[in-house]
């Protein structure tokens, strides 16, 4: 916007100024190289130009005090001498004609001006508008870009959000106890976006922490609860989900966390644990998060129930889960059966302990391949009096168990079956590495051969 001109009794300043020094250089022109009676005679008379300029400069204001100025600076005390010839009419018509002319142009070509001057500012006001309006509008566009940009961005993100929870969903849906638990961090990372969160285990009576993401060296977090604890009344006792939203919740919390719920199996109603979410973001710590993580705590709850109910019935089956070879828990039995039966009839009971050492690098689908390739290699290479165990305790190993077979004889069988494997192996795991210890279950003595 432009700057309001400098007014002196509602007259623009610079106006005054320039009629100043209009008449101060005129009377000085007409004193020093004329007749000094202010131009009296001359037509058109100079003080036509001031007028004008002042009329058409600045207005009807400016213009009329131009006019009035000039009619005085001419008259006063310059009286022109009344003539013989002349009537009073007359006379007044001669020394009045000039200062009315002026009078009349000051008002015709200052409201013109004016007019104009109106014309200016209402272009002007429209125009302040109008860039009022281009700002609003622009600043309204940024404001739809940017939410445009940024429901883009949640859109995206809510497709990534369900890609990863169905990812990380796989991860937990698995039939061990510990899988399930290792699947767990991936879960609550995909659904919840915590930047700390733990998991705890019930172990007689306290909490006590087996898993932490997200920890840092200036956590102090606790990794135990006694059952003295506010946070393991609320969690065993009250089976309820603790919110540090809550005043009277955010006590029993003491600054553990902004979230914590009990895993419970929901078939027996056995506490398993409890998941707590130590710091998330602002935005994510909402109504939505709070529910999800109730969901999250009976999904993590009912996962690990059904792997608890597969491993007893694992233990308690006499095939593993594949159906093609004998499960671990029957080792346990058959192991003592046959020990017993050796020592009694007096025969070796070796051992041949299979091991893949680097199965974390497969997928499910090659490692159910490689599974069904080692019990077809076991149907071809041992006697049907031999048994072959997927034992799975301490990471993927199978354990072979050869009856009446001379432990100096057991490294052979070994070698023959980790020659018959490395032929029929998939192309997948054509490089997967596999050891054969051989281990004594049953040795008769030198003595009682004999």
């Not at 644990?273 to 993590?300: H, P, Q, S, T, Y």
């Not at 019935?313 to 046959?338: D, H, N």
Request: proline share 4%.
């Amino acid at each position: 916007m432009t700057r309001a001109p400098v007014r002196f009794l509602g007259l623009r300043r610079s106006g005054l100024i320039e009629m100043a020094g209009f008449y101060v250089l005129v009377l000085a022109l007409d004193f020093v190289f004329f007749e000094g009676t202010r131009f009296r005679s001359v037509t058109p008379h100079p003080f036509w130009l001031i007028v004008m300029l002042m009329a058409v400069q600045y207005g009807t204001n400016e213009g009329l005090v131009a006019a009035a100025v000039s009619s005085a600076v001419l008259l006063v005390g310059n009286l022109p001498p009344q003539r013989i010839e002349q009537d009073l009419y007359a006379y007044l018509f001669e020394i009045s004609w000039q200062p009315t002319g002026w009078l009349l142009s000051a008002v015709v070509f200052g409201e013109l001006r004016m007019r104009q001057s109106r014309r200016e500012e209402e272009l002007a006001v429209n125009l302040d508008e109008a860039n009022r309006e281009t700002q609003v509008i622009t600043a309204t566009y940024r404001q739809m870009a940017l939410a445009k940009d940024q429901l883009e961005a949640r859109v995206a993100g809510q497709m990534r959000t369900v890609i990863s929870t169905y990812q990380a969903a796989k991860g937990i849906e698995k039939l061990g106890p510990g899988e399930v638990m290792a699947g767990v961090s991936g879960l609550v990372r995909a659904i919840l976006s915590p930047e700390a969160f733990s998991v705890f285990v019930l172990n007689r009576d306290a909490l006590e922490a087996m898993l932490c993401e997200g920890w840092t060296e200036e956590d102090k977090f606790g990794r135990r609860f006694a059952a003295s604890a506010p946070l393991f009344a609320a969690i065993v006792s009250g089976r309820q989900v603790v919110c540090a939203a809550r005043a009277n919740e955010e006590r029993v919390l003491a600054g553990e966390g902004v979230l914590a719920g009990p895993l419970v199996n929901p078939d027996t109603g056995e506490l398993i644990g409890m998941l707590k979410i130590e710091r998330m973001g602002f935005r994510e710590f909402n109504i939505a998060a709070i529910e999800n993580f109730r969901v999250l705590c009976d999904w993590i709850g009912t996962a690990y129930a059904t792997a608890l109910r597969y491993q007893l019935a694992e233990e308690t089956s006499v095939l593993s889960g594949a159906g093609q070879l004998m499960s671990a828990g029957y080792f346990e039995r058959q192991s003592k059966f046959m020990r017993s039966l050796a020592a009694r009839v007096g025969f070796d009971v070796p051992l041949v302990v299979l091991r893949i050492e680097d199965a974390d690098r497969l997928d499910p689908d090659t490692l159910g391949q490689v599974s069904q390739a080692i019990s077809d290699a076991v149907q071809r290479q041992l006697r049907t009096t031999d048994l072959a165990f997927d034992f799975r305790r301490q990471g993927y190993e199978y354990v072979l168990m050869l009856p009446a077979t001379p432990v100096a004889n057991a490294g052979a069988v070994a070698d023959k079956l980790l020659a018959d494997l490395k032929r029929n192996l998939p192309s997948a795991a054509s490089n997967l590495k596999m050891t054969a210890s051989v281990q004594v279950l049953h040795e008769v003595k030198r003595d009682e051969r004999a």
